[in-house]
């Protein structure tokens, strides 16, 4: 994957989608799927995100702010000490300030609200610095 200037310039290889509602990552693995987007792996916990963002390296990843019982922050922030270069976005079904302004303090690099729409996904990814073909 090349870089420049620490943003993707060619289409990730590897999106890794995190959230506890196995509907809510069907629906977001379909919209990339549309996009021209392959190459998926999956989450519901902190456990399985931490354990998959070690091993497999995604180069996007999509972290639900509320699982169940888990702060999606706090994993944001695992996830930045673990790579601080992370392209994560914070998906949420509040886009409250405090929200965003925590998330983009942590270093998240995007923030979409649900229910997804194609629009603000494809606006998320290139606010990501995605490239979209």
Same mark, same amino acid.
């Given at each position: 994957m090349a870089l420049q200037t620490g943003l993707?310039?060619?289409?990730p290889e590897k999106v890794l989608i995190v959230d506890d509602a196995r509907l809510m990552r069907d629906f977001?693995? +379909? *919209?990339?799927?549309?996009?021209? $987007? =392959? +190459? $998926?792996?999956?989450?519901e916990n902190r456990k399985d995100t931490l354990r998959k963002f070690k091993e497999e390296k995604p180069? @996007?990843? $999509?972290?639900?702010?509320?699982?169940?019982e888990e702060n999606g922050l706090e994993i944001l922030?695992?996830? /930045?000490?673990m790579d601080a270069g992370a392209n994560v976005a914070i998906v949420s079904a509040h886009?409250?300030?405090? +929200?965003v302004? /925590?998330? *983009?303090?942590? =270093?998240? /690099?995007? $923030? *979409? @609200?649900?229910?997804y729409k194609p629009? /603000?996904? @494809?606006a998320t990814l290139k606010n990501m610095g995605v490239a979209i073909v």
């Open positions: 993707l310039t060619t289409r977001l693995r +379909n *919209m990339l799927l549309e996009l021209g $987007f =392959g +190459n $998926f792996s999956e989450a180069d @996007v990843v $999509f972290l639900d702010i509320e699982l169940e922030a695992q996830l /930045k000490e886009s409250t300030i405090v +929200n302004r /925590k998330a *983009m303090d942590l =270093g998240a /690099k995007g $923030f *979409m @609200v649900k229910p629009k /603000k996904l @494809v």
